[in-house]
């Protein structure tokens, strides 16, 4: 009988990133982002370096390409303080970081029943995390969905969203070209998962609690910041989502 010959290992496609500067500049940044994805997949993962007052924070960090990783510490130039996650679905790379560097992670207590893994800190509503970024829980698809609000060095408020409020599809990937979030604006959900809202009611009046907030931009975890954010998210709790939902569509505002 003829031996069988092993078949070989499927390896995962390569993975790509892209590095932004979003404020500040490369000799003094004060927000760093960078986008990661798998060749031949649409989407990707957008994460996010604060520069704040009491050191670099890292924001549901994705790992990057070697490259790109590089990049970052050069322009970051020394280790993070902490590493936050905004729901309980962006461990990611967090306690890889946390075993190479030593980086505390924090993540939301709403959501601590579904963490894969253990993070150092619990953080609950209305708490004010390190780098001063405070804390509004929200009631979104997961139950640990939370936005932080961080005043940035160069004067601008920033709203981080996770996967509730994202912006358009990163364009430096090109399978995205035909993406449901293609078109530059505002979005509720960051993907196909995120329309099966079971109390869109609940997390429209959670968001309504957020405009109380004074805002300038909206980081999501799944696309590009939005500027000019607050009158978008305005007019998107105004809209009526759930005939849209049923489509499959995602609300969304146009930029």
């Given at each position: 009988m003829a031996q069988?010959?092993?078949?070989?290992?499927?390896q995962d496609p390569p993975r790509r990133s892209k590095l932004f500067v979003e404020l500040g500049t490369r000799e003094r940044p004060a927000l760093i982002r960078w986008a990661t994805w798998r060749e031949g997949y649409r989407g990707g993962y957008d994460s996010y370096m604060l520069m704040t007052e009491d050191g670099p924070v890292l924001l549901d960090p994705e790992r990057p390409t070697e490259e790109v990783g590089r990049e970052l510490l050069q322009l970051v130039g020394r280790k993070p303080i902490a590493t936050i996650l905004t729901n309980d679905m962006h461990?990611?790379?967090?306690?890889?970081?946390?075993?190479?560097?030593s980086v505390p992670v924090w993540a939301p207590l709403s959501g601590?029943?579904?963490?894969?893994?253990?993070?150092?800190?619990?953080?609950?509503?209305?708490?004010?995390?390190p780098g001063g970024i405070r804390v509004l829980d929200i009631h979104g698809r997961f139950s640990g969905d939370t936005v932080l609000l961080w005043t940035a060095p160069t004067g601008e408020r920033i709203l981080f969203t996770g996967d509730t409020l994202c912006g358009a599809i990163n364009p430096a990937n090109p399978m995205n070209a035909d993406h449901p979030r293609s078109a530059p604006g505002l979005y509720i959900g960051a993907g196909p998962f995120y329309l099966k809202l079971e109390h869109p009611a609940r997390l429209k009046e959670s968001l309504k609690r957020v405009l109380h907030e004074d805002f300038d931009i909206i980081c999501g975890a799944h696309g590009v910041p939005v500027h000019n954010a607050k009158p978008l998210l305005e007019k998107l709790v105004a809209l009526?989502?759930?005939?849209l939902l049923k489509e499959g569509k995602h609300p969304f505002v146009p930029a």
């Open positions: 069988q010959q092993p078949q070989p290992q499927q461990e990611r790379t967090a306690y890889r970081t946390r075993e190479q560097a601590a029943a579904d963490l894969e893994g253990r993070p150092d800190h619990l953080y609950e509503d209305g708490v004010t995390l009526e989502w759930e005939p």
